[in-house]
């Protein structure tokens, strides 16, 4: 019904940078709110960074300064651009959106992606 189809993950070294994407798809009316979730080895998952419709951003303490999360709303496509990465930034990041479909328009779902890793070596 709708997907969610992250890229962008990797390897890089401390200190560099990536830029992840996120593509919605399917039977979408609208979509709200999309985030980035990361979920490291034996740590429950957390939010990264979340953008609404009308583009107000909310960020991860430990993120703040160093990542950037943006939107297109005409390709349904959600960014993170994440600059001076840390060897603790390494989790798998799932992408997020509350979405309403075209066969029920007035109600609001959470769909998830698969997840793309992000390794980060020091």
């Known amino acids: 019904q709708v997907q969610l189809v992250e890229s962008g993950g990797g390897l890089v070294q401390a200190g560099g940078s990536l830029r992840l994407s996120c593509a919605a798809s399917?039977?979408?009316?609208?979509?709200?709110?999309m985030g980035w979730y990361r979920q490291a080895p034996g740590k429950q998952r957390e939010l990264v960074a979340a953008?609404?419709?009308?583009?107000?951003?909310n960020y991860g303490l430990s993120v703040k300064g160093r990542f950037t999360i943006s939107r297109d709303n005409t390709e349904n496509t959600v960014y993170l651009q994440m600059n001076s990465l840390k060897s603790e930034d390494t989790a798998v990041y799932y992408c997020?959106?509350?979405?309403?479909?075209?066969?029920?328009?007035?109600?609001?779902?959470?769909?998830w992606g698969r997840g793309t890793q992000v390794t980060v070596s020091s």
């Open positions: 399917g039977s979408i009316f609208s979509i709200n709110t």
């Open positions: 997020n959106a509350g979405v309403t479909t075209t066969r029920s328009p007035f109600h609001e779902n959470d769909y």
């Open positions: 953008i609404t419709y009308g583009g107000s951003t």
